[in-house]
Each structure stands twice: as C-alpha cells, then as structure tokens.
C-alpha cells in the first residue's frame, strides 16, 4: 500500500508538501499519481508523473501544485501552493492504473 503523509491545517494562500514512499517494484513500473477526494464528493486525479519524469495535472490545481519523484529515495511528492478552501480534502498516493487497496490518505484542510 502506498501511504502518503504530510496534510494538516492550513490557511488559504498557504503550501504543503505531501510525500509518499513506495516500493521500487512500482515505483520504477508505474506511473506515480495523487487523488484527492472531498467530503461528498468522487476521488479526482490530481496530478501523475511518469517514471522518465512526464508531468500532467488537473486543471484546477495547474501552475499551483508540482509534483516530483525521487528515484534514489523511492519517493513521490507533491507541493502544494496558493492553497484554496475548495484544496480540502484526503490526498492518497497511487499509482496509474490504480492499486488495490488504497492507502491511507492524508488529510489537507485549508480554513482560515
């Protein structure tokens, strides 16, 4: 399971970092990837990066979050900047095509 780590409460305007170890059998044979689900709601992909270093992201979170992959830590993360209240929500670390199960999501809040 990937376990990503790193949320907590933050106020609008501000920026986490998110990370997420993986195993190197999947990190060097997926594509790596944030979801995010908020409460009500269906969980999104928000950005992806393949293992030669490809980028793409939601629409909503573009020129705001980054993300990058640390191949000697076998790590994934995600910055996050300009945090919007509409931010909140569980982030999970996994992969594209999804694994089974999904790990435990971190919590962002972003509340003045």
């Known amino acids: 399971q990937l376990q990503a780590c790193g949320g907590g409460l933050v106020q609008p305007g501000g920026s986490l970092r998110l990370s997420c170890a993986a195993s190197?059998?999947?990190?060097?044979?997926?594509?790596m990837a944030w979801y995010r689900q908020a409460l009500g709601k269906g969980r999104e992909l928000v950005a992806a990066?393949?293992?030669?270093?490809?980028?793409n992201y939601a629409d909503s979170v573009k020129g705001r979050f980054t993300t990058s992959r640390d191949n000697a830590k076998i790590a994934v993360y995600l910055q996050m900047n300009s945090l919007k209240p509409e931010d909140t929500a569980v982030y999970y670390c996994?992969?594209?095509?999804?694994?089974?199960?999904w790990g435990q999501g971190t919590l962002v809040t972003v509340s003045s």
């Open positions: 990066i393949g293992s030669g270093g490809s980028l």
């Open positions: 996994n992969a594209i095509p999804v694994l089974r199960p």
């Open positions: 190197r059998s999947v990190f060097s044979s997926h594509v």
